[in-house]
Nanobody, 115 residues
């Protein structure tokens, strides 16, 4: 399985960005896809995740500002980020989690929120 993420960049506080991730390879029908982030000097943390049934989970810090969505037919997951804050600055990683102990990660895309 390979994950290709895109959409990061520099944005001013209060702005918006959309991250996209496409999974290719042997994708199991049952899985969870999501986005994690890692800021400098901090541990990687969950931002949002979504099951194939559309059940979502968000970090408290992004609730009401970020929206995760997926296209099961295309094996893609998107993260719409609005009202961005400087503390959202981080390397964002796409994640694919099938049943079992193995997780798959994308290469990371940098989001910088700064004026």
């Amino acid at each position: 399985v390979q994950l290709q993420a895109s959409g990061g960049g520099l944005v001013q506080p209060g702005g918006s960005l959309r991250l996209s991730c496409a999974a290719t390879g042997s994708i199991l029908r049952i899985n969870v896809m999501g986005w994690y982030r890692q800021a400098p000097g901090k541990q990687r943390e969950l931002v949002a995740s979504i099951t194939v049934d559309g059940n979502t989970n968000y970090a408290d810090s992004v609730k009401g500002r970020f929206t995760i969505s997926r296209d099961n037919a295309k094996n893609t997951v998107d993260l719409q980020m609005s009202h961005l804050k400087p503390e959202d600055t981080a390397l964002y990683y796409c994640n694919y989690e099938p049943p079992g102990p193995i997780n798959y990660w994308g290469q990371g895309t940098l989001v910088t929120v700064s004026s």
